[in-house]
């Protein structure tokens, strides 16, 4: 257990893997992005709009009333002064009541927003083919559809009130700044050049930090997810220390790089901080000053230092939120990365629809690798005749399991060519291609769920006689009966509250529920008891009558009756013929067959 776990194909790992060095690398294009998101709720975001205006606009404007308030005070004008209290008051209630409509709204568009984005990245990776999944960490796809979206919603739901706020305060401050003093506006405005050199700075660093820590939470989730899926075996060998060691490095990594984005982000608030608390301190001295001297009211004064305050206090606020945005884009360009991603190409209009196949199978010079450099098939070629049963024979790696994949179409070839009932299976339709072919794995998954949802996962529209009759073929149907619900019995994931033996039995339902022309067993009887693979095989024998059949398996004395069976070593066939027929020839496949039946006598 030495790294995340790979997605479900064979091929090896591939760029974009947890724990490389990543940056930022268009963040103006995924801001871009980001907003053609926004057209799902503009209603909600304009009323948003609307209502921070008003809200800001109504706040902003009893500074002025104060500065009058505090003029009335001094000049003992006792009506002035009631006017501007229930002026104030007004514009106090007026802001309140249209900033709660404002988070409302913009609740309602960070969530549907978060919504459409969410189902797109869902969408999208249905849709990517399995030499996707084979670079990909399952833990690390699970990171970008959680939290990468989630840092996506809390910067709409956070970043986006801030920002317009700012914005609004920033306009409003500066045409009543000017409106009670151009020269005091002037002192204010000096300190924005040096504000925008801080902010350029810290931000121009902490964007790639923020980027590696999206990408080290990636590579920790595809650990946990590995080691929580595997606990059976971390604990059979006795792995703990191992995994714990593996969690503690990722761990280590993650903290270090959030350690260096978030102390590098902070210094950003002291700094602004004290350039705006320097410049409060020149305007008082030089606004009272001007006051002595009588240019200005002292409640001029008074309500041109408190904007003054509101007008520096936007630049502090978008300094704070520079964390939630990198973050969030740092997020967004990861989800977006897997969104670009080529997904399989769609089927030609006039693609061949398989609706009523034949079973007729045949390989021609058929050559594959998971990458360019390293071929797994060589020049395999072999026919097999509708309603035969072909066994795939030989070494783990050999090849066996990358045969039945190119003829699901999972991977393209390199080279060569596959037909079905003489038509290129490049020609075929993919989806009708897949209705036509059943698949059993050695490695059988459950879905959460009842056992009557996922027996009728390979016939959604199954009749309740159809997914009896399949579970009494599968001889699954006497233990179903006896679980506490039978067939509405749930399903832990992955069916983790069933036996090895019983998930397979159920995985075999579902194929023969499917009723597929062509049926494909892969390992499919090598993880349950000599019994219970004695009513498979049965089972089986008389679900392959009329199908064409492609059975992969180390146990030879499952395959005796197999038309052909083709020995696969290094890519290649290197024999091919039946049972006796290999036998006779006393080469790699008679050797194979003696030394297990030894094994099984001994």
């Known amino acids: ?32 992005r980001l907003l053609g998101y926004l057209k799902h709720v503009k209603l909600y975001l304009i009323g948003a709009m609307i209502a921070l205006l008003l809200s800001s606009v109504a706040s902003l404007a009893a500074p002025r009333v104060s500065g009058q308030l505090v003029d009335a005070i001094l000049n ?62 399952h833990g690390e796809l699970m990171s970008r559809l959680t939290n990468d979206v989630d840092n996506v919603s809390n910067m709409l739901s956070q970043s986006m009130t801030q920002v317009m706020s700012s914005c609004i305060t920033l306009v409003v401050s500066l045409v009543m700044m000017l409106t009670l003093s151009w020269e005091l506006t002037l002192v204010s405005l000096a300190a924005i050049p040096l504000s925008m050199v801080i902010v350029r700075q810290v931000t121009g660093r902490t964007g790639k ?60 608030g002291p700094l602004m901080n004290a350039v705006n608390n320097i410049s409060f301190a020149l305007v008082a001295g030089i606004g009272g000053w ?24 936007p630049f502090n606020e978008l300094a704070n939120q520079i964390t939630v945005v990198q973050s969030a884009l740092a997020g967004a360009e990861r989800v977006f990365e897997i969104m670009d991603t080529e997904p399989e190409p769609e089927d030609d209009p006039q693609a061949y629809l398989l609706d009523k196949p034949k079973g ?46 190119l003829l699901m179409r999972f991977y393209d070839l390199n080279g060569g060519r596959i037909f079905i009932d003489e038509h290129d299976i ?18 059988v998954y459950l879905f959460s769920g009842t056992v009557r949802e996922n027996i009728c996962y390979g016939k959604l529209d199954a009749t309740e006689e159809e997914m009896i009759r399949a579970a009494k073929m599968a001889n699954c149907h006497s233990f179903i009966t006896r679980l506490p619900k039978g067939y509405d019995t749930p399903l832990s ?18 194929a023969i529920l499917a009723d597929p022309k062509v049926l494909i067993l892969d390992e499919a009887t090598s993880s349950v008891d000599t019994r219970t693979e004695m009513n498979i095989q049965a089972a089986m024998l008389a679900l392959m009558q009329g199908r064409t059949s492609f059975v ?37 496949y008679a050797r194979l067959s003696n030394s297990q039946y030894r094994a099984k006598s001994a």
Do not use: C
């Not at 004008?77 to 009541?97: P, T």
């Not at 913009?106 to 919504?115: A, E, P």
């Open 1 to 32: 257990m030495q790294g995340p776990r790979r997605g479900p194909g064979r091929g090896p790992g591939g760029p974009g893997a947890p724990g490389q060095k990543v940056k930022l690398k268009d963040g103006k294009k995924t801001v871009i």
């Open 76 to 137: 003992k004008d006792g009506n002035l002064l009631l006017q501007m209290v229930a002026f104030m008051g007004a514009l106090y209630i007026i802001s309140s009541l249209f900033s709660w409509l404002q988070q409302i709204w913009l609740v309602k568009v960070s969530q549907h927003t978060v919504q459409v984005l969410r189902k797109d990245l869902f969408d999208r990776i249905q849709l990517l083919p399995l030499r996707f999944f084979d670079s990909k960490p």
């Open 209 to 268: 930090l923020f980027k590696e820590q999206q990408a080290a939470l990636g590579e920790l989730n595809g650990i946990v997810e590995e080691t929580v899926t595997g606990a059976r075996v971390v604990k059979v060998f006795g792995r703990e220390p191992n995994v714990i060691a593996d969690f503690e490095k990722s761990n280590e990594k993650l903290t270090k790089v959030g350690v260096k984005a978030t102390v590098l982000s902070s210094v950003m």
């Open 290 to 313: 001007m006051a002595i001297s009588g240019r200005v009211s002292v409640g001029g004064i008074q309500s041109f230092l408190q904007y003054s305050r509101q007008f520096a206090r």
């Open 360 to 405: 007729h199978v045949v390989f021609e010079d058929v050559s594959f690798g998971y990458t360019p450099e390293k071929m797994i098939l060589k020049h395999v070629s072999f026919e097999a005749k509708p309603g035969q049963t072909i066994a795939l024979v030989g070494p783990t790696g050999a090849g066996k399991t990358t045969i039945v994949n």
């Open 426 to 443: 490049t020609d075929i339709r993919r989806q009708s291609l897949r209705d036509s072919l059943g698949m059993v794995l050695q490695d």
């Open 493 to 510: 994931e992955d069916g983790g509250n069933l036996s090895q033996g019983q998930r397979q039995l159920l995985s075999i339902a579902r």
């Open 552 to 588: 992969i398996a180390h146990r030879l004395s499952t395959i005796r009756s197999a038309d052909q069976i083709l020995v696969i070593n290094d890519g290649q066939i290197i024999e091919r013929g039946t049972h006796d027929q290999l036998m006779e020839q006393n080469g790699f």
